[in-house]
Structure formats: structure tokens, C-alpha cells
């Protein structure tokens, strides 16, 4: 299998899933899930302190799935640390192999798990951006020369169905000029939307990888309906999973997810599973859309 | 002007648990506007304190507590309540409890109030804040709405994934910083500033601790005494 960057570069239909790392130190079942993924996916996300909840390093875990055979998307937030700190990790970064990074500005505080935290956002999305693109050529935020630049590959997120979406895309254009190679997008459901959002994608020089949420039961659904930002599950899958029953909920969800790939095919660069825990089920569905 | 917020009077009394005498002093300017430190706050707080079993030996409201020297003559007019108190509760922002903590070095001079930011008035009792006093105006490109402020994130190059329907992350009660601002800038046909790439935010303009010297009052540059930082 081709890694992440020359399938993207050679025109292929991308494959991407990703892991939340452990909170706490036991790795055993995020080494076992990402096993089954080995040959399946072109790479592999690693969650940095996702919804604000602390977790083991994005950086330690990228290392651990790059040992395993894995090509690691680093993800990386503003929210934790400061411009030293994420420069000083993006060299690390280098160091330790791996190749790609998801640029973010990260979830607030207030939604996490440490809400007494002090939030840093010294940088933001756009501007880590750049920086990435600053040390690929050599030089640090402040100027200096890098004994050694990194060679990272950057990419980016977008909202497709953000509402109102003009801000985002303007917002979107920015991280293209500033060097995002890839984007992978917040989960699709319109796939009428998503179609117009490529049209503008395709002015830029860049590539989409379309998210797509594994759901479990109708209950999920409406969480995310609700609580999740620009997500938004129209009533008929809710209808289908809730027609499903519990036992077979999830088997229909993911016949729900393999549908969305095969349609997306045709539309976009590739695709991001996301499986929040259930990764082990990402090569069925695969299998199940045909890939 | 700074907004405050009265402190518990559990805790004053805590503070207090050492003394017997009280002076209070409040505020003519913000925290007069913000009704924690005016005449009224004063009359309220010194019947608490005696309520509490201490005796207040007088109170004021100064023009400004965080004009040090102006203060401190201030204070000192007071003669006698002040002297004999062992104890200044001020009813200001940190600002006023600090010019009157170096000049009574040798009292309890405890904070009454909490200061929380500086703020525009909505009404009386509410406040938003717009400025955060970041050292760098960017108000020209932003339609004059502060995403620095006004974005939970502080961020510059516009609204991250948490917005939902025009709303903040943090809060369904919240409008976007970056949705406002896009409306605003659209009225004003001036969309192109939302291109603009904003670099990483210079965090050295706002010094800690912040310093300012003005050109203009160069010859009043001699810092007078008990003006020491």
C-alpha cells in the first residue's frame, strides 16, 4: 500500500481512519485496533487531547503506530501549548519519523475535562499553517536558521456543512494559501452540499478527504444533531438506524457508512473514517463499499 | 471601565479574622457605576462588618483609589479613622486595593471586590467585555468588533469548527466573534479584509507587568514618592 502522501499525489482514492490515544498509559487496545487496520487504510490520525479531555501524547502514539507500519497523521492543537512548545514538537516530530501533520486550533477548554485549565492559543490553525511551512523551509517563527528544516506534510479540517458556511470557506482559502496540502472534513451527511462545496474546493490546489462518522444507534444521531457542531444526520438514516433495532443498530450503520464512501468515490480524494472506538470495524465497512 | 463583583462576605470576614478595627474605603469612578463600591455599598458593607461584631471606624469613597498620590491625600484628610484602624477594606477593582496597600504598608489593606474585566455597560448590572486591553488595536480590520476579545479562542484568521449556527462553541447564548464580524464587514463592503492573513498575534506589546511612559508628560517623568511599582 502506498503511504498517505504519494497515494494522494498519484491520484488515488485515499483512505484515512484515526485513534483517540488512552487515558492513561495501557496502549494494548489502540495497538490492537490499529493492527487490523495495517494494509487497509493509507493512514492513521491520532487525536491530540481531543474534546479537551487529556489523554496520552498525539506524538508518543503517532510513534507507536509508525513502528507498527503505520503512516501517523499527527494532529496538532494550538490549544495546549505555546509557540516554543509546538515548534519544539513539530522538530520532534520530524525526528521521530513521521511524516504527516493535521494542523488545529483545538476544542475550548470549557468543553473538556479540565475546565480550570488555561487555554493558550498562542497560534491558531491558519498560522500553524504557515509555520509548518516556515520550518519546512528552514527557518523558525522567529527567523532563525534550523539546523536541519523538517519535512512535514500539512493538512488541514473544514466544515462543509458549517451554517453559515461563507466565514469557514474564507477561512478554508486561507489554510490553502498557507500551505495546507490536504483537508479532511468534519462528518458528511448532505451529500448535495458537500457536492457544492467541492465545486469551490476545485479552485484551489488541494485535496479533500470527506469525513464519515460511523453511526450506532439513533440515539447517537441525535446527540450529534445536537451537540456536535456542524453535523448534521438528516431524519432519514435516524429513521433507518431506529428501524434497525438495537442488536442490529450498528450493522446498519455501518451499512449507512459504506454507502457514503461508495457514493463519495466520485466526488472527492478519498475519505476519513471515523470510528470513535469501534475502529476495528473499519475494514468491514471498507469491505462492505467495495474498497 | 473595570467591571467588579462584590466579594462573599464570608470571605471579608474571613480575611478580617485577625482584626478589630475597619476603615473602608470605595470608589468614585468604576466601582461606583458597578455598585460595589459607591456611598450605598459603603453604608451596606460597614453595617455587616459591625453586624460581624467589628467595629468601623469610617469610610469614604475616593475620587479614584488607583490614583496613588491623589488617594493617599485623600486618606490622610481622613485623620483619625483611618490611623486608628488596623484594618482597610476597599471596595475597588485590584487596582485601588493596591495604591492603598503600599501606602498603609502596616494595615490589612483586603480587597472587598473581585475585579473581572473591563467592560461596556448594557445596563446597570450589565456588562460585556470588548477590549482586553491586548496592546495592539486591530479594530480597523474587524469592523470594529474584537475577535482578540470577543472569540473564545482569541483567534485572528477567522471562525474555528465549533461555530453552530452563528453561535460559539462555549455557549448556545454566544454570537461568533468571526459570524459577527463577516456580518459586519459585509455591510460595510468591506469583505476583502476577511482575506487578510493575520500573523501570530505579538504578545510582547502587552508587557507584564505593563509599563507605559507618555512622550507628552516627559518632564513629569520624575516618579513621585510612593509611586514605586
Given at each position: 500500500?502506498?503511504?498517505?502522501?504519494?497515494?494522494?499525489?498519484?491520484?488515488?482514492?485515499?483512505?484515512?481512519?484515526?485513534?483517540?490515544?488512552?487515558?492513561?498509559?495501557?496502549?494494548?487496545?489502540?495497538?490492537?485496533?490499529?493492527?487490523?487496520?495495517?494494509?487497509?487504510?493509507?493512514?492513521?490520525?491520532?487525536?491530540?487531547n481531543q474534546s479537551s479531555v487529556m489523554r496520552a501524547g498525539s506524538l508518543s502514539i503517532s510513534k507507536v503506530l509508525l513502528d507498527m507500519g503505520h503512516d501517523p497523521i499527527y494532529q496538532l492543537t494550538c490549544r495546549d501549548r505555546n509557540r516554543l512548545a509546538i515548534q519544539s514538537d513539530l522538530l520532534s516530530a520530524h525526528i521521530l519519523g513521521i511524516k504527516n501533520v493535521l494542523c488545529l486550533t483545538g476544542d475550548s477548554i470549557s468543553v473538556g475535562d479540565h475546565k480550570e485549565a488555561k487555554?493558550?492559543?498562542?497560534?491558531?490553525?491558519?498560522?500553524?499553517l504557515k509555520l509548518v511551512d516556515t520550518m519546512n523551509n528552514g527557518k523558525d517563527m522567529a527567523g532563525n536558521d534550523l539546523k536541519g528544516a523538517t519535512g512535514l506534510f500539512a493538512g488541514a479540517v473544514v466544515t462543509p456543512e458549517a451554517n453559515p458556511v461563507e466565514p469557514q470557506l474564507m477561512k478554508f482559502s486561507k489554510k490553502v494559501r498557507v500551505g495546507a496540502k490536504f483537508f479532511q472534513t468534519q462528518a458528511i451527511y448532505d451529500i448535495e452540499k458537500f457536492k457544492t462545496f467541492m465545486e469551490y474546493s476545485r479552485r484551489f490546489d488541494t485535496k479533500i478527504l470527506a469525513g464519515i462518522l460511523l453511526l450506532r444507534s439513533a440515539g447517537m444521531a441525535n446527540f450529534l444533531n445536537a451537540n456536535v457542531p456542524g453535523i448534521t444526520v438528516p431524519q432519514h438514516l435516524i429513521?433507518?438506524?431506529?428501524?434497525?433495532?438495537?442488536?442490529?443498530?450498528?450493522?446498519?450503520?455501518?451499512?449507512?457508512?459504506?454507502?457514503?464512501?461508495?457514493?463519495?468515490?466520485?466526488?472527492?480524494?478519498?475519505?476519513?473514517?471515523?470510528?470513535?472506538?469501534?475502529?476495528?470495524?473499519?475494514?468491514?465497512?471498507?469491505?462492505?463499499?467495495?474498497? | 471601565m473595570i467591571i467588579t463583583k462584590q466579594k462573599p462576605f464570608e470571605v471579608?470576614?474571613?480575611?478580617?479574622?485577625?482584626?478589630?478595627?475597619?476603615?473602608?474605603?470605595g470608589c468614585g469612578e468604576c466601582a461606583t457605576l458597578c455598585k460595589t463600591g459607591g456611598p450605598d455599598e459603603i453604608a451596606e458593607m460597614a453595617q455587616m462588618l459591625?453586624?460581624?461584631?467589628?467595629?468601623?471606624?469610617?469610610?469614604?469613597?475616593?475620587?479614584?483609589?488607583?490614583n496613588i498620590v491623589g488617594t493617599k491625600i485623600e486618606m490622610k484628610k481622613q485623620g483619625e479613622p483611618v490611623r486608628e484602624a488596623d484594618a482597610v477594606i476597599v471596595l475597588s477593582c485590584g487596582a485601588g486595593v493596591g495604591?492603598?496597600?503600599?501606602?498603609?504598608?502596616?494595615?490589612?489593606?483586603?480587597?472587598?471586590?473581585?475585579?473581572?474585566?473591563?467592560?461596556?455597560?448594557?445596563?446597570?448590572g450589565s456588562y460585556?467585555?470588548?477590549?482586553?486591553?491586548?496592546?495592539?488595536?486591530?479594530?480597523?480590520?474587524?469592523?470594529?468588533?474584537?475577535?482578540?476579545?470577543?472569540?473564545?479562542?482569541?483567534?485572528?484568521?477567522?471562525?474555528?469548527g465549533g461555530m453552530n449556527n452563528g453561535k460559539c462553541e462555549i455557549s448556545p447564548d454566544i454570537e461568533c466573534a468571526w459570524v459577527r464580524i463577516y456580518r459586519r464587514l459585509e455591510k460595510k463592503g468591506k469583505l476583502d479584509r476577511m482575506e487578510k492573513i493575520h500573523e501570530a498575534k505579538d504578545y510582547?506589546?502587552?508587557?507584564?507587568?505593563?509599563?507605559?511612559?507618555?512622550?507628552?508628560?516627559?518632564?513629569?517623568?520624575?516618579?513621585?514618592?510612593g509611586g514605586k511599582r
Amino acid at each position: 500500500m502506498k503511504r498517505f502522501k504519494e497515494a494522494l499525489e498519484a491520484g488515488d482514492f485515499v483512505i484515512t481512519a484515526e485513534c483517540g490515544p488512552p487515558k492513561g498509559t495501557d496502549i494494548s487496545e489502540l495497538k490492537e485496533h490499529a493492527k487490523h487496520l495495517l494494509g487497509k487504510v493509507h493512514a492513521l490520525n491520532v487525536t491530540d487531547n481531543q474534546s479537551s479531555v487529556m489523554r496520552a501524547g498525539s506524538l508518543s502514539i503517532s510513534k507507536v503506530l509508525l513502528d507498527m507500519g503505520h503512516d501517523p497523521i499527527y494532529q496538532l492543537t494550538c490549544r495546549d501549548r505555546n509557540r516554543l512548545a509546538i515548534q519544539s514538537d513539530l522538530l520532534s516530530a520530524h525526528i521521530l519519523g513521521i511524516k504527516n501533520v493535521l494542523c488545529l486550533t483545538g476544542d475550548s477548554i470549557s468543553v473538556g475535562d479540565h475546565k480550570e485549565a488555561k487555554a493558550v492559543f498562542d497560534l491558531e490553525s491558519v498560522q500553524l499553517l504557515k509555520l509548518v511551512d516556515t520550518m519546512n523551509n528552514g527557518k523558525d517563527m522567529a527567523g532563525n536558521d534550523l539546523k536541519g528544516a523538517t519535512g512535514l506534510f500539512a493538512g488541514a479540517v473544514v466544515t462543509p456543512e458549517a451554517n453559515p458556511v461563507e466565514p469557514q470557506l474564507m477561512k478554508f482559502s486561507k489554510k490553502v494559501r498557507v500551505g495546507a496540502k490536504f483537508f479532511q472534513t468534519q462528518a458528511i451527511y448532505d451529500i448535495e452540499k458537500f457536492k457544492t462545496f467541492m465545486e469551490y474546493s476545485r479552485r484551489f490546489d488541494t485535496k479533500i478527504l470527506a469525513g464519515i462518522l460511523l453511526l450506532r444507534s439513533a440515539g447517537m444521531a441525535n446527540f450529534l444533531n445536537a451537540n456536535v457542531p456542524g453535523i448534521t444526520v438528516p431524519q432519514h438514516l435516524i429513521d433507518e438506524l431506529k428501524a434497525a433495532g438495537k442488536e442490529k443498530a450498528l450493522d446498519c450503520g455501518m451499512d449507512i457508512a459504506a454507502r457514503q464512501i461508495k457514493e463519495l468515490k466520485g466526488i472527492c480524494d478519498g475519505v476519513h473514517v471515523m470510528a470513535i472506538g469501534l475502529e476495528d470495524k473499519v475494514p468491514e465497512i471498507l469491505k462492505r463499499a467495495g474498497i | 471601565m473595570i467591571i467588579t463583583k462584590q466579594k462573599p462576605f464570608e470571605v471579608i470576614k474571613e480575611y478580617l479574622r485577625d482584626n478589630k478595627k475597619v476603615f473602608i474605603v470605595g470608589c468614585g469612578e468604576c466601582a461606583t457605576l458597578c455598585k460595589t463600591g459607591g456611598p450605598d455599598e459603603i453604608a451596606e458593607m460597614a453595617q455587616m462588618l459591625r453586624d460581624a461584631g467589628k467595629e468601623v471606624t469610617g469610610g469614604f469613597v475616593a475620587i479614584a483609589p488607583c490614583n496613588i498620590v491623589g488617594t493617599k491625600i485623600e486618606m490622610k484628610k481622613q485623620g483619625e479613622p483611618v490611623r486608628e484602624a488596623d484594618a482597610v477594606i476597599v471596595l475597588s477593582c485590584g487596582a485601588g486595593v493596591g495604591s492603598i496597600a503600599e501606602t498603609y504598608e502596616d494595615k490589612n489593606v483586603i480587597p472587598g471586590c473581585d475585579s473581572l474585566f473591563l467592560g461596556n455597560t448594557i445596563r446597570v448590572g450589565s456588562y460585556d467585555e470588548r477590549c482586553m486591553t491586548c496592546g495592539e488595536c486591530i479594530l480597523e480590520e474587524t469592523g470594529g468588533i474584537c475577535p482578540v476579545t470577543t472569540c473564545a479562542k482569541g483567534l485572528l484568521n477567522g471562525p474555528c469548527g465549533g461555530m453552530n449556527n452563528g453561535k460559539c462553541e462555549i455557549s448556545p447564548d454566544i454570537e461568533c466573534a468571526w459570524v459577527r464580524i463577516y456580518r459586519r464587514l459585509e455591510k460595510k463592503g468591506k469583505l476583502d479584509r476577511m482575506e487578510k492573513i493575520h500573523e501570530a498575534k505579538d504578545y510582547s506589546k502587552h508587557t507584564k507587568p505593563g509599563v507605559f511612559e507618555g512622550e507628552k508628560y516627559a518632564k513629569m517623568r520624575k516618579r513621585p514618592e510612593g509611586g514605586k511599582r
